[in-house]
């Protein structure tokens, strides 16, 4: 089993930061690919990024990329979610997610392919 809990979640403005994180614990992270979902209120969750093993393989979302960075830090069991110039519609819970499956360089964008998964953190982008 994996645990994981994320943080950093909050009410900000538009065109402000806001840096999430997500603490695993529980197994060997870094045999773990790393993905961020996000649900708005009625909406489907929908993926975000995704980083690979090793962070040598990133994967973004066309909606955040360029403005979202994620990375992780394998020596502390923690992957990141750093959102810049945020706007209304990035509003959403915020989800981590932790997958065994693939290779070193492996990365996904399918919620199907993550087996554990966090409680969320609330994100709330004001106009």
């Known amino acids: 089993q994996v645990q994981l809990v994320e943080s950093g979640g909050g009410l900000v403005q538009a065109g402000g930061s806001l840096r999430l994180s997500c603490a695993a614990s529980?197994?060997?992270?870094?045999?773990?690919?790393m993905g961020w979902f996000r649900q708005a209120s009625g909406k489907e969750r929908e993926f975000v990024s995704a980083?690979?093993?090793?962070?040598?393989?990133?994967l973004y979302a066309a909606s955040v990329k360029g403005r979202f960075t994620i990375s992780r830090d394998n020596s502390k069991n923690t992957v990141y979610l750093q959102m810049d110039s945020l706007k209304p519609e990035d509003t959403a819970d915020y989800y981590c997610?932790?997958?065994?499956?693939?290779?070193?360089?492996?990365?996904?964008?399918?919620?199907?392919?993550?087996?554990?998964w966090g409680q969320g953190t609330q994100v709330t982008v004001s106009s």
């Open positions: 529980g197994r060997t992270f870094s045999n773990y690919a």
């Open positions: 997610a932790a997958s065994g499956y693939g290779s070193t360089w492996w990365v996904s964008a399918s919620s199907k392919d993550y087996d554990y």
């Open positions: 980083i690979s093993r090793g962070g040598g393989r990133t």
